[in-house]
């Protein structure tokens, strides 16, 4: 078939690199969200798609927004059998699901049609999910609702972070999208509805939204560090400045390690190889911090330079 590709970020580099290797399909086309500043010169870049696209010199569309005329006639004269999507950004109208003949075909990192929405992962590691997956599924004008063609199961591991598990999803779905592509070619694969019932939704996960309340259970606390890494970075407070988390280690309720024992939520204690930290239930131990303008560090290097008293903590 011939294909329009539409995706942005590093995660849907994989898929975009089966559909070229396939010898049945052609990327005649990638569309792209428009090339964003990144940097210390904030000097605009293309994104991850665009830049794989340029090197197997395959055409890059970059609309401000996917109605625009300009991009709806090149569509058209490009004339797609089908546009398989990973992780585009924008919502596509119905003026431009018309174009290819055979529709849009999302591939989307959940087990529709639980975590419909833009953070699926991030979602399914902070309600503590065992199985994770990725889907495909033809696009229509509701949020993640179309009918399914094809899932691919992940186990969620127990330190997976949303980066862990979304470059693990990237991979198999990326098989499991030209699949897709060689079944709706040849007339193996059918749509099949959704279920009404298992419907979950996945909302974008906000910088506030990251931010550790140590009074919630250790458990909870694990969760939110392991869904927010590498973005948008769990934090806290401390001294008036923002300190990312960027992992830290359960302990057990029953632990009795290095002065973990009666911390309040928040509270710190620092040993000469370990940082405990107090949260509504039993303390955890900090690994990795970055403070503000600063590289990641090892917590007990970072607690070190801080000096941390008896009695110091996080701001709630």
Not at 44 to 56: D, G, H, T
Not at 122 to 139: K, V, Y
Not at 196 to 216: C, Q, T
Request: charged fraction near 25%; aromatic fraction near 4%.
């Amino acid at each position: 078939m011939r294909l329009v590709f539409a995706g942005t970020p590093e995660v849907a580099v994989p898929a975009l690199d089966a559909l070229i290797a396939s010898e049945r399909h052609e990327v005649a086309a990638v569309v792209t969200r428009p090339d964003a500043r990144a940097g210390r010169g904030r000097r605009l870049v293309p994104s991850p798609v665009a830049q794989r696209a340029q090197e197997e010199g395959i055409e890059v569309l970059k609309p401000a927004r996917p109605r625009d005329e300009d991009f709806l006639a090149r569509l058209r004269e490009i004339a797609p059998d089908c546009a398989p999507v990973v992780a585009y950004g924008a919502l596509l109208p119905r003026v431009a699901l018309d174009v290819p003949a055979r529709g849009w075909v999302n591939l989307h990192f959940s087990l529709l049609p639980a975590w419909r929405g833009a953070a699926p992962v991030q979602h399914a590691l902070l309600a503590g999910d065992e199985m994770s997956g990725a889907t495909t599924f033809l696009i229509e004008e509701g949020l993640d609702s179309g009918p399914v063609y094809g899932v691919v199961t992940e186990e969620v591991r127990p330190r997976d972070t949303s980066g862990d598990l979304l470059t693990r999803l990237a991979f198999a779905g990326a098989g499991l999208l030209a699949a897709t592509m060689d079944g709706i070619e040849d007339g193996s694969l059918q749509a099949v509805p959704q279920p009404e019932e298992g419907i979950s939704l996945a909302p974008k996960i906000n910088v506030e939204d990251a931010r550790i309340d140590w009074s919630a259970p250790a458990l909870r606390v694990d969760r939110v560090v392991r869904a927010c890494t590498p973005a948008p970075g769990a934090w806290t407070v401390f001294r008036g400045e923002r300190l990312k988390v960027r992992s830290l280690a359960p302990l057990s309720a029953t632990a009795t390690t290095a002065g973990g024992e009666g911390l309040p939520p928040g509270g710190l204690r620092a040993g000469k190889n370990a940082v405990h930290v107090g949260t509504g239930s039993h303390p955890v131990e900090l690994e990795w911090v970055q403070p503000q303008g600063k590289k990641p560090m090892r917590a007990a290097d970072w607690a070190r330079g801080s000096r941390i008293e008896e009695g110091a903590g996080f701001e709630a």
